[in-house]
């Protein structure tokens, strides 16, 4: 279905461009206000529900009847994407409390961004050729 093409397609660029925000607020001074917006923790939990929910339901609804693998690419980068927000959301109290999180902070973090940058950055990838090659068979 067309609907879901679409949803998929915008909700992999807006979590990939959730994820990245931190690298690409860096490169790109003009966004700066607008991926702030993103990273705010309530658009990151909507963003990444919406990446999972919208990638589970692109496995079993297609954009082209015939095909049955031509959106497991998007749909798969969607899930991941959608299950690194939320645990990136849902991590930041419950793993360290008090004083102990205060003191590894700086090394988590620093851990931490490097796999979400890539992660955003292969999300916006996905969306963007999923957006231009619509049945192509993997994409």
Not at 16 to 25: I, R
Not at 103 to 123: D, E, N, P
Request: hydrophobic letters at 60%.
């Amino acid at each position: 279905m067309l609907q879901f093409y679409l949803l998929s397609v915008a909700a992999n660029f807006l979590a990939g461009a959730t994820l990245s925000a931190d690298w690409m607020s860096d490169r790109f001074k003009s966004l700066a206000a607008i991926l702030a917006a993103l990273s705010a923790r309530r658009a990151r939990i909507i963003t990444g529900l919406a990446a999972l929910l919208v990638g589970i339901a692109t496995l079993f609804v297609p954009a082209a009847p015939p095909l049955i693998l031509g959106d497991l690419f998007p749909s798969v980068v969607g899930i991941a994407i959608g299950i690194a927000l939320l645990f990136d959301v849902l991590r930041q109290e419950a793993l360290f409390p008090g004083e102990q999180q205060a003191a590894r902070k700086g090394r988590i973090v620093q851990a931490h961004v490097s796999y979400r940058t890539a992660l955003g950055a292969f999300g916006l990838a996905a969306a963007v050729l999923h957006f231009f090659l619509p049945e192509r068979l993997f994409l």
